[in-house]
Structures are given as C-alpha cells and as structure tokens.
C-alpha cells in the first residue's frame, strides 16, 4: 500500500486529507511541523510528502531543501513532494517540488496529481 505523509499546522485539514486520502486506499501518516514530519521520515516507508509551507518551527520549504540536499537525507531527495499553501498564489517558490496547489485544494486535482506521480494505492 502506498504511504503519504500529510504535514500542516491545521489539525482540521490533515484529517479531511486523511479521510480523502484513506478512501482513495492510500496509507496516511501526518506530521503537523517540519521536524515532527523528518521523524516521522526516519521511521516510516513514506512514498509522497504533501506539506505546507507556512508552519511554526521548521517550515515546508525548509523541510524540502533539508531533503534534497544534506547528506543525511539523500535517501528522500527524489521523494515526491507536493506543496499545499495559502500562499501559493501569491509568492513564487524556488523548490524542488513535483506540484503546488493553492489553499482551498480542488480535491480531484490532488488525487489526480498524486496518482499521476505514485500510482493508484
């Protein structure tokens, strides 16, 4: 089964994530930072990362470049990373992401872009 990790400060929307994605058949792990989300990371078979940018502590865009690129993360630096962010609209970031797609996310254009980059679960 295929796992996704949801990280977002808003407890609310990781569980309607869950839920959708739970009913599509995907595994779902959620972090709600980014230090919370490389722990889980460590420990867990993860296939795709839906994150956040703007969170307290270690961010989503910071929480990205740490996994592409320092040493002790160059085992996820081609992880499927798609960003989910209120500000998406609004500011231009320079990230090694697969997809972004602006708060309030269109739910069939998530499963679709996450079908497309991990197949079905």
């Known amino acids: 089964m295929k796992r996704i990790l949801v990280v977002d400060d808003d407890e609310r ?36 990362l839906l994150v956040d940018i703007n969170m307290p502590g270690l961010g989503g865009a910071s929480l990205v470049q740490v996994l592409r690129t320092e040493a002790e993360w160059h085992r996820f630096a081609h992880l499927p990373v798609i ?21 309030p996310v269109h739910h069939e254009d998530l499963l679709a872009k996450i079908r497309e980059l991990i197949g079905p679960a």
């Open 13 to 48: 929307l990781c569980e309607v994530m869950r839920e959708l994605l739970v009913q599509e058949g995907y595994d779902v792990a959620v972090a709600h930072d980014g230090n919370a989300a490389l722990e889980r990371l460590r420990s867990d078979g993860i296939d795709l």
């Open 83 to 103: 960003v989910m962010s209120a500000l998406w609209d609004v500011v231009t970031f320079n990230l090694d992401i697969q997809a972004g797609f602006p708060k």
